[in-house]
């Protein structure tokens, strides 16, 4: 509990026992008789009551003057200062001394909104204790002693320690050491992962056992840990579209019910008065009807608990390793009923190796020639960071010698052209080769085929494969166990590798040999097919896929292993790069969405029917903050269930 807190349950406190002490002196009086209780009639009696108000209600009162000053008339903090003061006038003019209701009103009206900062308070703490992840300085080793530094002020390249039980502050690359990182602050996964050197390690992670030196790949501001954060703390700037009409909601709603209020007050005692029927208590008793109108229709349950259900949501997801942008995007995907995939790093592992060599003959080349194929081959690929060219090179497994080329070339979803050696080189698919009017045969391998032109000839071809992930088969089906009508993989690779890798994962449809814009194209076609109301999204890793991913309605990218580009792109990061985590978003979305709705109509429904009672006379206004109230604490505490998403 907050020190503010705690002075406002003394309030409470304080303000509940003089209520009550008041309470007890008016009965004593009545008891006694009017002779030995004048004293406390009139002013002094009206002056104790003021007192104790001003004590529980004089922050309200005070907000009420603000908000009016600056332009927000209609808020909830108008309408108890309005309920409770109209009261206090009633009971002064019809003279019964009863002063205690307006104090009851704002007393309970301060215990509801005491406990539902409480609740709000306390989702946002698990939310600030779950990121809390940031680490507060980097060990750097000065004149042969480790000293600690802010993390901020550590340039790239520079060679940070991490002992056993520290999180590691900047992501980067082991060069000495090995151990078992925890990284479920990170990806939600609770089993250790084990790194050595040459292992990229991102920040956030733990060490949990042996000393680590990484040598550090981005500064601060850009690593893994400093993302998330950023992306947690500006994940409310985008409002969802239920929260946008709650807004429009309230600004409409509370001006209407007040105007009403005012005509419940004034037409039918006026009508009573031209009828002769009517009297100062006709009016008494109506403008009692409004004034309990106004304090039934404070809207703060919606206007508190939408906002909160989306941020509770937004901090579940966030603890399974599943980044949301803003609350839009978490709206929008529980309306997803279709999912396109990439291929290469996202359903498959991204990590290629070579199956086979063929020479320019199209048979299976080994010893020498093979070894000259893959060599210029790695060469070309040299400035490459596509997996492929990765592959190739650790396949290749010598030395490249950069001086020997030159005039690289790179053509997205075809390959690179280079001079290797002073020769011309080109590696890629079959449709670089088309372009430069050189024939590549068929080989019928397996996997992606990279061919190899030298100096304008066909020289052989490099058969590489793509594990498939462990979990994108279960990926696919837990997909359409939540619902998804339709699952697309679209790939820049052969026709063969595509059926390959669809039919084993039961994907829908699939469509090869794609070139980034042709991506694109397709999710373009694949959302214009869909009804009204449905959303469609794309999950990819690399920068290629960067623009179906901010083109679709729901952008999905893998956070380990995905390019800068595609997270910046997308509207959703997993960060352990899991393809089974994406049912699990959607499902986290649908049951947040599902509290959003229980929610309004819950608190749209018992607010219509208080509004009527009290109109009818059949509601007092303490009755009435008691069902303002109950519903605001009933609807927090719904909205907290969101922060529950482990067992979804």
Known sequence: MTKKQKKTLIRIIVAAAATAALALADRFVSIVGVPFGSALMGWPNLLLHLAVYALIGGDILRKAFLGARNGRLFDENFLMAVA?????????????????????????????????????????????????????SAN????????????????????????????????????????????????????????????SVYSGSVNASGTLRIRTEKPFGESTVSKILELVENSTSKKSRSEAFISRFARVYTPAVCLSALALAVLPPLAKTMLGTGGLSAWTDWTYRALTFLVISCPCALVISIPLSFFAGIGGASREGILVKGSVHLESLSKVTTVVFDKTGTLTEGVFEVSSVRGADGKEA???????????????????????????????????DISKVS????????????????????????????????????????????????????????????????NSREAVAALKRSGIKRTVMLTGDRAEEAERVAGELAIDSAYSELLPAEKVSKVEEIISSKKKGEMVSFVGDGINDAPALGRADIGIAMGAM??????????????????LKISKAVRISRKCLGIVTQNIVFSIGVKAACLALGAAGL??????????VGVMVVAVLNAIRALDVKKL
Do not use: C, W
Request: charged share 25%; hydrophobic share 40%.
């Open 562 to 579: 995905g390019s800068d580009a595609a997270i910046e792109a997308a509207d959703i990061v997993l960060m352990d790069d899991d393809p």
């Open 366 to 400: 080994s010893g020498s020639e093979a070894a000259s194929i893959l060599e210029i081959a790695a060469h070309a690929e040299s400035s490459s960071t596509h997996p492929v060219a990765k592959g190739i090179a650790r396949a290749y497994g010598g030395k490249i």
């Open 84 to 136: 409770t003061v109209g009261a206090f006038a009633l009971a002064a003019i019809d003279g019964s001394g009863d002063y205690t209701e307006g104090i009851a009103v704002m007393l309970f009206y301060q215990i509801g909104e005491f406990f539902q900062k409480m609740a709000v308070g306390k989702s946002r703490r698990n939310i600030a204790e779950l990121m809390d992840i940031k680490p507060d």
């Open 140 to 199: 750097v080793e000065r004149d042969g002693r480790l000293v600690q530094v802010p993390p901020e002020e550590v340039a790239v390249g520079t060679v940070i320690t991490v002992r056993p039980g520290e999180r590691i502050p900047i992501d980067g690359t082991v060069v000495e050491g090995e151990s078992a990182l925890d990284t479920s602050a990170l990806t939600g996964e609770s089993l250790p992962r084990g790194v050595g050197p040459g292992d």
């Open 407 to 470: 005039g690289t070339e790179e053509t997205a979803g075809m390959g690179v052209k280079a001079e290797v050696g002073g020769k011309e080189v080109a590696v890629g698919n079959s449709a670089l080769m088309g372009t430069l009017g050189i024939d590549a045969p068929e080989t019928g391998s397996a996997g992606t085929v990279v061919h190899v032109a030298v100096g304008g000839k066909y020289a052989g071809s490099v058969s590489i494969s793509d594990k498939v992930k462990k």
């Open 619 to 628: 509601a007092d206004m303490r009755a009435a903050i008691f069902a303002d």
